[in-house]
């Protein structure tokens, strides 16, 4: 595994290289991860694709040029967003690729297909919130109140804490989700880094419509992949989705949404080679 800087006028995005394989993988880590979040499926299919993790907006290395209140507040379009990427496989070289999304990472692999469809030979998302991302997430990051409330919510760390406790309390979480969130919200950094991630992407919001169109148009692999005991992102959310596009490949594993694991490597494998 390598690492390495990608810079334009938006943002200086850091990301790693693993796997040496002629097909090209594009990977979009969960909220609080990293890069490297994919690299344990480099011992199965690092012959087949090489991999680019990418470090994602307010997470580790990557930086935005501007990082203020104001430019995030400002946000980006799915057109920006797929300008970057298009000006980062030229860098690399990179002309068809697949893409692969966790949790909040599968936001930005939706983003990549609908704007970039006819280059996308695989998309590959594993508890996928760009279908259904909750009424709790939407409420903060679609609406001028929820903006406002979370605005001020991040200034307190006693405020984030209870309003994680309430939300458990509620179900609308689960103990795993409740920690995985508790543990980014330690430090003011983090607690800006959570605001971020929920507003900036904002305009990201799936085109369902426009997503079924292209991956039938383009004949794109789609496989999602849900952990039967995730809280957050059940299967049951893909109910609606799968109506209406039927070639849809679908996994479910015996996992909580913490999945991006030995198992999910054994299914995903299965599947791809």
Request: hydrophobic share 40%; net charge positive; proline share 3%.
């Amino acid at each position: 595994m390598t690492s390495h800087y990608f810079e334009n006028a938006l943002v200086k995005l850091h990301y790693y290289k693993f796997g040496n394989g002629p097909q090209s993988m594009l990977c979009f880590h969960g909220y609080g991860m990293h890069g490297k979040q994919f690299l344990l499926l480099e011992p199965a299919l690092g012959r087949k694709y090489t991999f680019f993790g990418l470090d994602l907006f307010f997470h580790k290395e990557t930086k935005l040029t501007d990082q203020s209140l104001e430019a995030v507040k400002a946000r980006i379009t799915k057109k920006q967003f797929a300008a970057l990427i298009e000006e980062f496989c030229a860098n690399e070289n990179i002309d068809r690729f697949s893409v692969i999304g966790y949790s909040m990472g599968t936001h930005y692999a939706t983003v990549v297909v609908e704007e970039l469809g006819s280059r996308v030979n695989e998309y590959i998302v594993a508890a996928p919130s760009s279908i259904y991302p909750g009424k709790l997430i939407e409420f903060f990051s679609k609406t001028k109140i929820g903006n406002k409330i979370l605005e001020k919510l991040v200034l307190s760390e006693k405020a984030l804490i209870n309003m994680l406790n309430l939300c458990k309390w509620l179900g609308l979480i689960d103990d795993v989700g409740r920690n995985i969130l508790y543990k980014e919200i330690d430090t003011p950094e983090l607690r800006f880094n959570l605001y971020a991630s929920f507003i900036y992407l904002r305009l990201f919001e799936t085109d369902e419509a426009q997503l079924i169109k292209t991956l039938t148009e383009y004949n794109i692999r789609s496989i999602f992949i849900f952990g039967k005991r995730d809280k957050m992102y059940p299967p049951s959310i893909s109910k609606a989705f799968f109506a209406k596009f039927k070639q849809a490949e679908i996994v479910i594993l015996d996992e909580h949404h913490e999945l991006i694991n030995k198992n999910f490597v054994s299914a995903l494998s299965g599947l791809l080679l």
